[in-house]
């Protein structure tokens, strides 16, 4: 889990300015040992070191002070898009206001406006999309609460927008909200007759629950997937871990769709169960015999009713989590673990 954001001053004007921001956003200021008088700061002796620790752990870095520093200090660090927190650099005047790394996804593009509103500054936003006034699919995938499936595709996306070229969305279920947004209309085109499997002709888009595979478009996943998980006593997180991947792999769907794991409450004091949530970053609901008992599911179990209580847990669990009566995937057993599916 990562932090509020981290401020780095290397001057005394600098530390006054990061104190603002602190005071505004929250997060925390780092400064070096000689400015450590300044009230609620945190020193340090080597912001290469101090940030090789805090890089990965925050949500977003603010440098106060030039920008060569910025680049050569958080260079070592670099993953992905997808993985990199939002990097923002200001003058110690905060005249100017740069969005330097994970604009979009990472947010550092809205962070830099707010920083430049903050200090009456300037913001400096050289994403492609953002300089032509374009919508970013990455942004809007964001705003909806979205998972890409499929990073390298963004570039093929945003790329026609910034070019002035439609691109085409299949999104049944209108998880990208374009119905009720008819100032996108010009950008994208609602394509929802497309017969499933196809491909868009040129950049699409298409939001659904399977794994993107090598599919041309840029797919988004709604977090929409239930995973009921059952278990023996003493199951390792590992062996969760793995038989939620490979149920998730055998059937095309997409780890990026799962909204949360689910299990009868005799479970919830399983270590491996509640660690694996953890790692994973899944929420985890646990449900009484009550219940669960009554769920119609299509694979019930004589001896788990007689030894619990209840007919099914990973596919009771799976539909009660989700609201559904169908499963997308019924009991799957992988070792001392059972996987049902519902969305």
Known sequence: MRHGPAIYACTGRGAELGARIVAALGGRLYVPERLLSRSGATGFSSLARLVARTFHHCDAHIFIGATGIAVRTIAPHLKSKTADPAVVVLDHHGRFVISLLSGHLGGANALAGTIADLVDGTPVITTATDVEGVPAIDVLARECGLVIGNPKRIRDVNGALVEGRSVAVRDPEDRLGLSQRTDLDRFFVRDFNAGSGESTPGPGVVVDVHAAGARPELVLHPRVLSVGIGCRRGVTEEQVT??????????????????????????????????????????????????????????????VEQHIGVRSVCEAAALKRAGKQTLLVPKQIVGAVTVAVAG
């Open 242 to 303: 793995h038989a939620l991947q490979t149920v998730l792999k055998e059937h095309g769907l997409a780890f990026g769709a799962v909204a949360g794991l689910a299990s009868v409450d005799l479970k919830a004091d399983e270590n491996g169960l509640l660690l694996a949530a953890g790692t994973l970053g899944l929420d985890i609901y646990f449900y009484s015999v009550e219940d669960l008992k009554d769920m119609d599911v299509p694979n019930p179990s004589r001896r």
